[in-house]
């Protein structure tokens, strides 16, 4: 099972929005409404900041977005802020045997 | 509030062997499908077994099918996952986390396992 496609980095000036992509197959992305997306400071374990294509759990801020279309899945940050700088990984469900597979991860940059 | 804290990573010669652990509380552990997630130095998140709640389901990532055992005691609020036949390719951050409805919502602090000659 190949790892997610995402861009390397992405960066915008504060207040601005970026958006991440994630490219997987009809197998993953495509076959299932179960995306997730996490963000990890250096050193840090990883958050869940989307679940489930679009839901923020409870304590995310609603300037994180998620949607998908076909086999790629999206991660919108609206009104970029310095604590936004951090690496961001897709996952998706992949079936019942291979289970679960993570995008390459992209840097954030908030110049 | 949900905490999960590793131990027994550290260094092993190739070939070895090294058994993780994964204690959890501030929720029903029993509850729970569980899982082991790997990151390499520097390197992107990799999902690598996961566990149902009674044990009775286990699934593993390709690269470690055969080496690795996850494993659960639900009396001691615990998660464990055997490795053996280590290579320097499993060199790696080692997180515990609860795998609940398709995601991984809590995490643990990460344990660093490293595979060397």
């Known amino acids: 099972q190949s790892a997610l496609t995402q861009p390397r980095s992405v960066s915008g000036s504060p207040g601005q929005s970026v958006t991440i992509s994630c490219i997987g197959t009809?197998?993953?992305?495509?076959?299932?409404?179960?995306v997730s997306w996490y963000q990890q400071h250096p050193g840090k374990a990883p958050k869940l900041m989307i679940y489930?294509?679009?839901k923020r759990p409870s304590g995310v801020p609603d300037r994180f977005s998620g949607s998908k279309s076909g086999n790629t899945a999206s991660l919108t940050i609206s009104g970029l802020q310095a604590e936004d700088e951090a690496d961001y990984y897709c996952?998706?469900?992949?079936?019942?045997?291979?289970?679960?597979?993570f995008g390459t991860g992209t840097k954030v940059t908030v110049l | 509030e949900v905490q999960l804290v590793e131990s027994g990573g550290g260094l092993v010669q190739t070939g070895g062997s090294q058994r993780l652990s994964c204690v959890a509380s501030?929720?029903?552990?029993?509850?729970?499908?569980m899982s082991w997630v790997r990151q390499a130095p520097g390197k992107g998140l990799e999902w690598v077994a996961n566990?149902?709640?009674?044990?009775?389901?286990?699934y593993y990532v390709d690269s470690v099918k055969g080496r690795f055992t996850i494993s659960r005691d639900n009396a001691k609020n615990s998660l464990y996952l055997q490795m053996n036949s280590l290579r320097a390719e499993d060199t790696a951050v080692y997180y515990c986390?609860?795998?609940?409805?398709?995601?991984?919502?809590?995490w643990g602090q990460g344990t660093l396992v490293t595979v060397s000659s």
């Open positions: 986390v609860t795998n609940g409805d398709y995601n991984f919502a809590y």
């Open positions: 501030g929720f029903t552990f029993s509850n729970y499908w």
């Open positions: 566990i149902k709640q009674d044990g009775s389901e286990k």
């Open positions: 009809s197998s993953d992305v495509g076959g299932y409404n179960y």
């Open positions: 489930d294509v679009t």
């Open positions: 996952c998706s469900y992949a079936g019942r045997y291979t289970h679960f597979v």
